[in-house]
């Protein structure tokens, strides 16, 4: 899940209680690197596109692709992947679980944000040297097309790794006094020392350490604040260390594994896409051609509300995206035409949840990475879901609006929804190229949203004259660190399904699940509930790199086509990850629409019942999912 900037991450809490006087050579230390890497990383996603542009362009209109193309984009995506992670790292943007934390008192969640650096310290020293190791070893691998050692990709992990070991230091002594900075080291430590000693009794426990490290463990370190990447690497890390005899390099490979995948590559391209249509006007442009078609029927805004999240999420793949571009632009309206801070924040929600599986959603993007899934299905399957969906919102909706005092509201005329179609046509058109491109076989899933920048740079210059240059570097630097922050959870969650597997975890509850009786229904029930927890929890993209290799294969077994089972646990991740008091989405939207949490409480429950309604729908008719594949 994709957090604004605003939202607080690692020493978010501590720098707000500004408990201590800064010192002036660390602050300066601290802007200084994060200059000298935010430079790199904004450079390597301008690269990224320019490479897969030019294999496009090559391939497809001269007919000669470049056989080096995407070697170059793999070797600068591991770079881009790392130094993102380090960027969100140091802006303190890397995702974590705040529900609990949150209610503390400042001075409590000020040290528990000091524990959390702490623990992110442990698990960076542990693995910086493993990390130096399996890049030297990547020496005597010879890249196919471009001929090079692979040590110069594979270097960006001890690099990464190291900066922010670096950062993490520089942190911890800089937003808080050095008394309890000192004290959350140490309590890192002692834990670390209590779990190195009770090392021998872990190993003659066997199974049920995956209990010990993977559920309290994990839990307790989301819960206590730790960002969710850190804590699935200590989780992994404390398990082989401690329980195997598995050298620690092999989580530095397996994470490797995870953040290389290059159709992942499609992350930070999109979550750029998704910048670009706010900036250039072609959301708003959406947005103003639908109320002036709706505005004038009783809950009319909030039916555009549904549709634009809907048209927006087809373009970016990125919930923040969407939802800062759709939320500014209608919220003033609303309000003024009587709805409440409150219902407005859960229909935003509600639509965020609503619109996971249209194409060409991140999550999508993950499974199909993590599962071998098709792509191209799941992006063809995912549209009917989030129709269903808008639907039984829809119909709430009139139901909530149905008394609604339009006495005040002027009907736009023919000839200015009119005016406002033929001006909303080229972002309209959007979703549909980006959808022709990949169906033709112009581009792939990953290089079509190359396609989408271009389209979006042109109509923005040239159509809605609605460009601003000045905003171009922090929206590059911007989509490193959410990028950053998103992959490195993938890379640790790889590590951490690799563990579990190992374990021979993975067969027991293969085995488990195929033994339940009533076989595809009672799977689904048990996937949809899971997800709902898993999404409130673990966010949907680590959810599904941990459990889509274990359960996918099983769906199939049990007669659940691939496709379907996709988009039910997608949207039952949706509902999680929206629903509060953990959803993390749900305070997203809440800091985009700048409107308190409690306010929404309430009105959410309604819109959260009728998409678990419109997920049963789904589940119990495949066909809304595979009837086009």
Not at 557 to 568: D, L, S
Not at 596 to 621: E, T, W
Request: proline share 5%; glycine share 10%; aromatic share 8%.
């Amino acid at each position: 899940m994709d957090i604004p900037s605003d939202t607080p991450g690692i020493a978010g809490y501590a720098q707000d209680t500004a408990w201590r006087k800064p010192i002036g050579w660390l602050e300066q230390l601290n802007k200084l690197i994060g200059t000298l890497v935010e430079i790199p990383a904004a450079l390597l996603v301008l690269a990224e596109v320019v490479v897969l542009l030019m294999g496009v362009t090559s391939r497809y209109v001269f007919h000669q692709p470049l056989v080096w193309s995407d070697e170059l984009a793999s070797i600068l995506f591991l770079w881009l992947a790392m130094l993102g992670s380090i960027v969100a790292f140091h802006r303190g943007q890397h995702m974590r679980m705040t529900a609990i934390v949150g209610k503390l008192e400042p001075r409590q969640r000020a040290f528990l944000d000091l524990v959390a650096i702490a623990a992110a310290i442990a698990f960076l020293t542990f693995v910086v040297h493993p990390a130096y190791e399996f890049a030297v070893d990547e020496v005597w691998v010879v890249t196919p097309a471009m001929g090079i050692v692979n040590s110069w990709r594979a270097a960006a992990l001890p690099v990464g790794l190291g900066l922010m070991l670096l950062i993490g230091f520089i942190q911890v002594f800089r937003v808080g006094r050095l008394r309890d900075a000192m004290l959350a080291v140490l309590l890192v430590a002692a834990v670390i020392c209590g779990m190195a000693l009770a090392g021998p009794a872990l190993k003659e426990i066997g199974n049920w350490n995956l209990l010990i490290f993977f559920v309290f463990g994990v839990g307790a370190m989301v819960l206590l604040g730790l960002p969710i990447a850190f804590s699935f690497g200590l989780a992994t890390l404390g398990y082989i260390t401690l329980t195997t005899n598995t050298p620690s390099i092999v989580i530095v490979g397996r994470m490797d594994e995870g953040m290389s995948h290059l159709i992942l590559l499609a992350v930070p391209l999109f979550v750029l896409l998704g910048l670009l249509i706010e900036m250039t006007g072609i959301a708003r442009a959406m947005v103003n051609f639908l109320a002036n078609l709706l505005g004038h029927v009783r809950g009319g805004l909030s039916y555009v509300l549904i549709g634009a999240m809907y048209l927006v999420s087809g373009i970016s793949g990125s919930k923040a995206a969407d939802m800062a571009a759709v939320a500014p632009a209608l919220f003033p309206e609303m309000k003024k035409r009587g709805a409440k801070e409150g219902d407005l924040v859960a229909l935003l929600s509600a639509t965020g949840a609503q619109t996971e599986t249209i194409p060409p959603s991140l999550v999508l993007i993950t499974i199909g990475s993590a599962t071998g899934v098709s792509i191209a299905a799941l992006f063809t399957g995912g549209l009917l879901p989030g129709v269903v969906l808008a639907l039984t919102l829809g119909a709430l909706v009139w139901w909530r609006y149905r008394h609604e005092d339009l006495s005040g509201v002027r009907r736009a005329s023919r000839a200015e929804i009119a005016r406002s179609f033929l001006v909303a046509i080229p972002a309209l058109a959007l979703p549909f190229v980006i959808r022709a491109a990949v169906v033709e076989g112009v581009a792939t899933a990953t290089e079509v949203s190359t396609i989408g920048i271009v389209y979006a740079v042109i109509v923005g210059l040239l159509v809605y004259r609605q460009f601003d240059w000045k905003r171009i570097y922090p929206m590059l630097v911007d989509t490193a660190s959410l990028s950053g922050a998103i992959l490195f959870i993938i890379g640790a969650a790889t590590g951490m399904a690799w563990a579990l597997t190992q374990s021979g975890f993975s067969n027991e509850l293969a085995e488990a699940m195929k033994a339940l009786p009533g076989g595809a229904p009672t799977f689904l029930a048990i996937s949809v509930v899971a997800f709902i927890i898993l999404g409130s929890v673990l966010e949907g993209i680590p959810a599904i790199v941990l459990l889509g290799p274990l359960l996918f294969p099983i769906a199939k077994q049990v007669g659940i086509h691939e496709v379907h089972y996709a988009m039910v646990v997608t949207l039952a991740m949706g509902i999680g990850l929206f629903a509060p008091p953990f959803g993390v989405g749900y305070y997203a939207a809440c800091a985009i629409s700048r409107i308190h949490p409690d306010k929404g409480m309430k009105p959410i429950v309604g819109y959260m019942v009728a998409l678990f309604i419109g997920v049963v729908i789904v589940a119990v008719v495949p066909w809304i999912s595979i009837g086009f594949l």
